[in-house]
C-alpha cells in the first residue's frame, strides 16, 4: 500500500496562488489513481481533483474547475494541485489519497496523508 505526505498549504490572499504537493512511497505509486480532498472547519471532507496513472484524465470539482490543476510526476512519485485565484472558501485542510479507482466519496480511497493546512484571507 502506498503512502502519502502532503506539503505545501500555508497563508495566502483573495486572488493568490499555492501549489501542493504529494509524495508517495511504494514502487507502485504509478499503477494508483490520485486525489486530493479538503475538510474545513464543521464540514465534511470534500472531493476536489483527481488524476489517473496516466495524467492524461482528469476530475474536478465544479467549484474549482478552471482555477485548480491536478498533475503527477510518475518518476518522482510525486502529484500536485496547482491552485491559482484562490478564495476565501477555499480555506481547508487539503488531504492527498490514492486509490485504486476514481471516486468522489473519501470511503473509497484506501491511503491519506495527514493534511496541509491552506488559508486564504480576504
Known amino acids: 500500500q502506498v503512502q502519502v505526505v502532503e506539503s505545501g498549504g500555508g497563508l495566502v490572499q483573495a486572488g493568490g496562488s499555492l501549489r501542493l504537493s504529494c509524495a508517495a512511497s511504494?514502487?507502485?505509486?504509478?499503477?494508483?489513481?490520485m486525489g486530493w480532498f479538503r475538510q474545513a472547519p464543521g464540514k465534511e471532507r470534500e472531493f476536489v481533483a483527481a488524476?489517473?496513472?496516466?495524467?492524461?484524465?482528469?476530475y474536478y470539482r465544479d467549484s474549482v474547475t478552471g482555477r485548480f490543476t491536478i498533475s503527477r510526476d510518475n518518476a518522482k512519485n510525486t502529484v500536485y494541485l496547482q491552485m491559482n485565484s484562490l478564495k476565501p472558501e477555499d480555506t481547508a485542510v487539503y488531504y492527498c489519497?490514492?486509490?485504486?479507482?476514481?471516486?468522489?466519496?473519501?470511503?473509497?480511497?484506501?491511503?491519506w496523508g495527514q493534511g496541509t493546512q491552506v488559508t486564504v484571507s480576504s
Open positions: 489519497a490514492a486509490g485504486s479507482s476514481i471516486a468522489t466519496l473519501p470511503k473509497d480511497w484506501g491511503s
Open positions: 488524476i489517473r496513472w496516466s495524467g492524461a484524465t482528469t
Open positions: 511504494g514502487r507502485t505509486f504509478s499503477s494508483y489513481v
